[in-house]
């Protein structure tokens, strides 16, 4: 086994490089069916696959991994099926690449379009689950980009006999297999190595822990796509007579239908002329649940069982069974306090008030902004994008769940004839 | 006069991003008669410019900076009133801010949106020429944006002047003045600092030489807008019969409209079947208007006085009278070449063949990609944007000249009616 890790970084940025040209070249209906082939090759080669991450569920176990983890690693017959539907989704999807974003002619006549293009080479790096490898792969080859995929170690055995499904499907298809490539080497070295090939890699997306992307961010001579953390709001406006139930069902929901998830609420404001009325009630139900609340004075007048918030409270992104709750004078000072101690991912208002909603759209500073609806929503698959290959909350180039279109560019295209300036 | 830097630079942050929360709130009326104001208050105060003008001017002298710097950083009355018009018509744009980009019902009767919206806060470094100053400054509070401007420290009284006139015509609109703030320290120690107000400052746009900007992208947490070179390229093909002259015409345009500009030739690459016919011809052309040619073996016999070209030479960007010439044998080696020397900026096929024309542009991974055009064509102004805050040699988020809309970003607004996931 080689260890000349420039060598090896170099081979895999150049053949990604080398495929994303042959991308460009290739009609939607081609890209589409070699999906189609990838979703037909999981399906008949489950049980090879099932192999394969036995493997890693074995070395798991063994490492003694929490009981979650595990779970998140292991494949049945099921989860290979669903991760076949959702590379034939993406297939069916409409094509991002070639559409028109804006064209129109010159006063001289010459012709001026934004055309939608790939990016290139994308390299991504992410946590265990392996149905993401099918996914980013996909998502990947649907929008004509080549792609370079790290996984977190556990999932090795079976990211490796994905890809390699992959790779035949691709061959079979006439394309370059270097579309998909799989980082086959694990050693911690590679990371920097990797993250310094700005020449073949045009974007970098990490997935996982904080460490991880502060890592990328650190490191990369590429541009970088993220998502620190998720530290979600729920305002409750004045104007919430007659909504009091969906009031207490959204708080609820977006708390408790999956703590862990970034898109989940971590704090809820209420404003001062609904805190009687809603603030016990809401308060209740989720310490019904098991969720520790903790309160600014008012909140804690009003619910007296809550304990206080320190300042660091507000912003704490719990991922956990606690709530931190305030009372806000205003909306203004609800706008505040959310663009100040959130981070910019979902913000959702509970009101009737057509104004209070609008300004609250407005002005919060977020790559999501619900009105009257549970932060869950957050997410490409409830947005209509099918698979996502992340969130960015950042605000350049894609904010927010990103499906096949936010891995995409465009070019100017302009065309005259034979005219000079 | 202070020297706490961290101090001063953490000042203009904040107020730039207090200044960028007022501005998400104007409607495009209020913006665009601040600029209206803005553009009055330049012509009546024409006077006090040029006398702040005319220090600048004499330290030059002073200085014995080269002429053309010279002539770059003079104002006159004329270059004022254009300074003017230029806002005016910026104001006159459509409004960026608010646009759907898209909008639909998801199938359990959540609204879906994807709603532009500003940016934030633009850091923007830039040379010595006045007029950038109120075309950046125009264009960000257009489009939503407080703008930060570090100009070049030859024009430093006028860049003053230019965003006390500003800042006057802001307050005046009920407007934050911090909105468009200039950084009147030209200590160097600054610039890092500024670079590492991520908090506050949202993208980062450095137009200057390759030193600065190398610098910029290295110091910065910020995300960086970038324009490093233009090394372009015409790829004469062999479908040129019957367009001689257009072949001639527009090489020499793209070579000597503006020979010191990114968007001008350095090099031309001619289909074996067409260089008998065409190399001859253009070679000639520019050599009268002494560019001194540089070719392969194959262009040197077809042109036996010009020198003889190193490997070097493709990769260079001359924005001198200097033009590297090379045969190929097919569209497919222009485009390897193109993809492999260039800098991705603009580059140009000429040919009355409607599928090499076609598969050119598909392949060619350039921000701007013409046909039958001079690459002089690739500019704000010329593809309608009105003014340019600069063009982008990235992929990401923006690409080729960027104009009101670039500065902008989206956030997705999802309405319902209580739902939960």
Not at 41 to 61: H, P, Y
Not at 180 to 196: H, S
Not at 206 to 235: A, D, M, Q
Request: aromatic share 4%; net charge negative; proline share 3%.
């Amino acid at each position: 086994m080689s260890t000349d890790w420039p060598a090896y970084v170099q081979t895999l940025g150049l053949a990604a490089r080398r495929a994303s040209r042959q991308l460009v070249t290739l009609t939607d209906a081609a890209r589409s069916r070699a999906l189609d082939r990838i979703a037909a090759a999981l399906r008949s080669q489950t049980d090879a696959l099932l192999a394969a991450n036995a493997l890693d569920v074995d070395a798991a176990a063994r490492a003694e991994l929490a009981g979650p983890l595990v779970a998140r690693l292991k494949l049945d017959a099921k989860k290979v099926a669903a991760m076949a539907d959702g590379v034939g989704q993406i297939a069916a999807q409409v094509d991002p690449v070639g559409q028109t974003i804006e064209a129109y002619n010159r006063p001289n006549g010459l012709r001026v379009e934004r055309r939608r293009v790939p990016l290139g080479v994308v390299l991504f790096f992410y946590e265990s689950r392996p149905n993401v490898t099918s996914d980013a792969a996909a998502l990947c080859v649907k929008s004509g980009n080549a792609i370079i995929l790290r996984g977190g170690k556990e999932a090795f055995h079976s990211n490796q006999a994905i890809v390699g499904i992959v790779a035949d499907a691709l061959r079979a298809s006439e394309i370059d297999p270097a579309a998909v490539q799989f980082v086959d080497q694990t050693d911690r070295a590679l990371v920097p190595l990797l993250l310094k090939q700005d020449k073949h890699i045009d974007l970098v997306i990490p997935r996982g822990g904080e460490g991880l992307i502060r890592l990328v961010v650190r490191e990369s001579t590429i541009p970088v796509l993220k998502h620190f953390t998720g530290n979600c709001h729920i305002y409750v406006d004045a104007a919430t007579a007659g909504i009091e139930q969906q009031v207490v069902d959204v708080c609820l929901n977006a708390k408790l239908s999956y703590t862990a998830a970034c898109n989940s609420v971590e704090h809820l404001l209420f404003h001062r002329a609904a805190a009687d009325r809603l603030l016990p009630a809401v308060c209740a139900a989720l310490a019904a649940k098991g969720v520790e609340i903790r309160g600014d004075e008012e909140a804690r007048r009003l619910f007296p069982t809550s304990k206080p918030a320190t300042a660091a409270d507000w912003d704490e992104e719990y991922l956990a069974l606690v709530a931190g709750v305030k009372v806000v004078d205003s909306l203004d000072a609800a706008v505040e306090h959310i663009n100040e101690h959130g981070s910019h991912h979902t913000d959702a208002i509970l009101t009737t008030d057509l104004r209070a909603a609008d300004r609250f759209v407005k002005q919060v500073d977020s790559a999501s902004v619900l009105v009257n609806a549970s932060t869950r929503f957050a997410d490409g698959g409830e947005y209509g994008l099918g698979a996502e290959i992340g969130i960015s909350t950042d605000k350049m180039h894609a904010r927010g769940p990103m499906g096949a279109t936010d891995l995409t560019t465009y070019k100017w295209v302009v065309t005259g004839d034979g005219h000079v300036r």
